[in-house]
Every structure is written in C-alpha cells, then in structure tokens.
C-alpha cells in the first residue's frame, strides 16, 4: 500500500501550491539576478505526457531540478527557450518527478517541503568517496521510479553527485532497459557558480546559467547497461573524452 507522503506527492492541487511557492522565490535568483540560458525547448514540445525520462549532470541539490520545472511550466505556456514574465507558475508543469537521495530531502523544513513536490528519494549505493557499499538500487527505489514512469515525465542524475566526470551509476541504464522510455539528455553549467551546494541560496550574481535540451536519443534497448551508460554519459557530456576537452570546469564537490 502506498504510504501517506506518496499520496500526497501525487496531489496535483498540493504539487502546483509548493510549485508556485517555490517557484515565486527562486525566480529572481534564476532571471534577475543571474542570466538564464535555455536551449532546446523545441525538442520538449512533441514528447508524450509520459515514460519520459530526462537524463542530466548534477551541480546543486536542489537549483537544477527547480529551475527544470521553471522551463516546463513556461513550455507549457508556449514559450521557447525562456521563461518571461513568470504568469506560468498559476498553472504549472505538474506531471513531472524527480530521483534525489534519501538523505538530501532530510534537511530543512524547505527541502522536506520540496520533496512533496515529486520527489523519488533512493538510498544511495556508494559512500561519498566514491566507495560501493551494496550493489545496485533498492528493489522498493526501482519501483518507485517505475510507477512514475507510467504516467509521467522523471528526472534523474545519473552520476548521483554534483561532482564534475564522476562516473555514471548502472541503474539508470538498468531502468532504461526495463521501462524503455524515450531519453532526453540535458547539459546544464553554471549553477555550482551562482549557488551553494544545496542550490538554495545565492552565492554569486551575475552568472551565465545555462541549460540545454538535446534530441531524444536513440537508444538500443538491448545493448548493455554498459554500453548504454557510456552513452549516456557522453550526451550529457560527462564521459572521460570531455574531461580531457576540459568541459564545465568546476569545484562543486558532493
């Protein structure tokens, strides 16, 4: 049975109140105070309501996923590649998830309450240091990401760290596998400047904040989660050839 909290994550009244209120308050951090740069949007607009599975690096907690929702609501609306006057918070992009780590959601009473707005929390599988501590995703972790899937669009950060080149986690490609969802890659930068870790203050003004949506990828549901998760880390150009190329230069840390 589905417990109290994941109910209320599927109120949509409830969902477009913490959106709107979220989306009132981190607005000017996004548009005012820095410069937002989207890309892509087009690539958005004939996707289903569902089975979409938007695949991203990682810089802040909590900024990536907010200002995500921001582009949907203002797509939704009809505009392209960027957000204007923010009328599309009274109605916003609701069908939509997000994957996050048990522990990040457990902070302030802003992230528990953000939480509410969609969140898939999962226990991570490895230590911060990078050390496994047990072997894939939870079988109860999996199911959640699976029943949103079916009705919905779902965020996830493969890498599970805002740390730069971290290497890709296998689940990801795993559920890719499963579910065979349409995949949309998304480059974002500039967040780890203008934010703190958790993506909730602002650290710096004046930065260049960039998000790019990519075509859908073609993927081959019957390769490997290898061979599929080199693939995804190459779209969202986090795979060692970047590196080399010295792309998104960052210190965020997880």
Do not use: C
């Not at 009132?24 to 607009?45: A, C, D, Q």
């Not at 004939?46 to 690096?57: D, E, R, T």
């Not at 009328?87 to 309450?113: C, D, I, Q």
């Amino acid at each position: 049975m589905r417990s109290f909290i994941e109910r209320l994550k599927s109120t949509r009244l409830l969902r477009k109140i913490i959106y709107f209120i979220v989306g009132v308050f981190s607005y000017p951090g996004l548009v005012l105070f820095n410069r937002l740069h989207i890309k892509g949007t087009e690539h958005l607009r004939s996707l289903p309501g569902k089975n979409v599975l938007f695949v991203s690096n990682h810089q802040t907690y909590f900024a990536d996923v907010i200002t995500f929702l921001h582009i949907f609501a203002a797509v939704k609306w009809g505009k392209k590649d960027r957000l204007g006057i923010p009328y599309y918070l009274l109605n916003p992009f609701t069908h939509v998830y997000y994957v996050a780590a048990e522990e990040t959601m457990k902070g302030s009473w802003l992230s528990r309450l953000f939480a509410l707005a969609g969140a898939l929390t999962v226990k991570r599988t490895w230590l911060p240091q990078g050390k496994e501590v047990r072997k894939g995703l939870d079988p109860s972790d999996t199911r959640k990401i699976y029943r949103a899937l079916e009705s919905n669009w779902v965020i996830t950060f493969p890498q599970g760290t805002t740390r730069p080149f971290a290497p890709g986690r296998k689940g990801t490609a795993a559920i890719i596998k499963q579910v065979q969802p349409i995949v949309v890659p998304v480059v974002i930068n500039g967040f780890w400047r203008a934010f703190d870790k958790k993506g909730l203050k602002l650290k710096k003004k004046g930065s260049r904040l960039s998000v790019t949506f990519k075509a859908p990828l073609q993927i081959d549901y019957e390769a490997s989660a290898e061979v599929i998760t080199e693939q995804l880390m190459d779209a969202i150009q986090q795979s060692k050839k970047f590196m080399m190329k010295g792309r998104h230069h960052h210190v965020a840390k997880s």
